[in-house]
């Protein structure tokens, strides 16, 4: 059974640094990653998606690099702002399924002035 | 640009009623998903649809719950007999692809359900 875990769970930087938010999954035979972002009370918005065979995508400020082999990918946020305060969502669809995701609990990002 | 969205964005019931949540895909994407968020806890899947079939579903849809495409537009999720614990956010969600292929899913704003 697919685990995903984020840590930290909860993290507050002032503006203008620079972030690392880490995933972790179990099982390591993926299609691909997906990170999202999360406002209070609201949907989820797609920030990047990571195919298995790629090792990192790049939007903007958001950099996300995906280890397979270890279970791990990371998401990196350059010179933060307060309007990235959310809660950053990573899953993986596991290889074998039909596109089910499995989420981590998150990290709540708060970025103040 | 393209989005998915769902209707309605809130609906309080009784324990016992049957609700339907309604949610139309962006219209190129073939697949088509229900997840769920209860407060403070994970997303979790429920359900994936593809070519008017579940293709996966989860412990927790039980047989109180289905997925319907009744047209060309309109992806649904009916619940038959509410309980108190399907109180949620209901996301529906819709990709292009899916398998091994499967690219970006793309997410509604989410419907909130609370069972009186």
Known sequence: KQEVTQIPAALSVPEGENLVLNCSFTDSAIYNLQWFRQDPGKGLTSLLLIQSSQREQTSGRLNASLDKSSGRSTLYIAASQPGDSATYLCAVIRAGTASKLTFGTGTRLQVTL | ?116
Not at chain 2, 8 to 29: A, D, K, W
Not at chain 2, 35 to 59: D, W
Not at chain 2, 91 to 108: D, K, P, W
């Open chain 2, 1 to 116: 640009e393209p989005e998915v969205t769902q209707t309605p964005s809130h609906q309080v019931t009784q324990m016992g009623q049957e609700v339907i949540l309604r949610c139309v895909p962006i219209s190129n994407h073939l697949y088509f998903y229900w997840y769920r968020q209860i407060l403070g806890q994970k997303v979790e899947f429920l359900v994936s649809f593809y070519n008017n079939e579940i293709s996966e579903k989860s412990e927790i849809f039980d047989d109180q719950f289905s997925v319907e495409r009744p047209d060309g537009s309109n992806f649904t999720l009916k619940i038959r007999s509410t309980k108190l614990e399907d109180s949620a956010m209901y996301f529906c969600a819709s990709s292009r692809a899916g398998g091994l292929n499967t690219g970006e899913l793309f997410f509604g704003e989410g419907s909130r359900l609370t069972v009186l």
